[in-house]
């Protein structure tokens, strides 16, 4: 619902309905921080601005752009900041803003922070409305409380948590060369909140693209690469090493 003189703010193409005095424009927001590398890489840098100018209530249907759930989130019952995957994002209220991540990603950082996943800051006292793939559960941290969840499947979290990023082990790296599955995985410290899904957008697409009847192509699969390559390496040691013992 939008009430006289209220405007709802959403990511553009998300729009599914309107009543007969709402107003619709796609404007560039100054708080898109970033939005010339935004446009640059294919992301829209406008939002889609709802007003309602008359003296009656209107209204907005809003639609997630893959299977999953809405959550409704007043800003102000979680400090008034929030951080959210880049993805989840659907619409606002009123006084939010969306910042995007302004965090140096140059190789100097060593360290990650929540930040650097969670591409996302809202702040603001009004009603957010974010998006969470398959089922999604609300947590709430104790202090000191320590939660390790995949990354992908946070959907967004308070900026109270403390976030540690889990290094892989050189163990787990050739594994994942030879075909395991990345999870990228993080610690999360109490107090504070965190929504978890159990089925990202990007887990529910490359399950799609595995059932699909073409055959994967090297820029899907990138990991198929390093295999072949691998096996062409191995046996040229081998035949190499024949070579060598056949001579002696």
Known sequence: MVKSQDKLTAKPGTMCYMSGNIQMDNNY?????????????????????????????????????FPGRILPIDLANFGGELLCQADSFLCSVNDVSVTSSTVDQRPRNI???AEMILKQKLRGQGMAFLVGGG????????????IT??????????????????????HRRAVLVFGGVNQLKASLTGPGVVFIQSLPFNRLSQRIASRSVGAPSLRDNPRFFIQIVMFF???????????????V
């Open 233 to 247: 390496f191995l046996a040229y040691v081998m035949i190499v090493s024949s070579i060598i013992l056949t001579d």
């Open 29 to 65: 927001l100054p708080e898109n921080d970033g939005g010339v590398w935004q446009w640059i890489f294919g992301k829209s840098i406008t939002s889609t601005v709802f007003f309602n100018p008359g003296p009656d209530d209107g209204y907005v249907g809003i639609s997630a752009p």
């Open 111 to 113: 360290e990650i922070g």
């Open 149 to 170: 969840v995949d990354c992908a499947c946070i959907v967004a979290m308070t900026t109270t948590i403390n976030f540690q990023l889990q290094n892989p082990t050189p």
């Open 135 to 146: 089922s999604v559960m609300q947590k709430i941290l104790a202090p000191r409380e320590v």
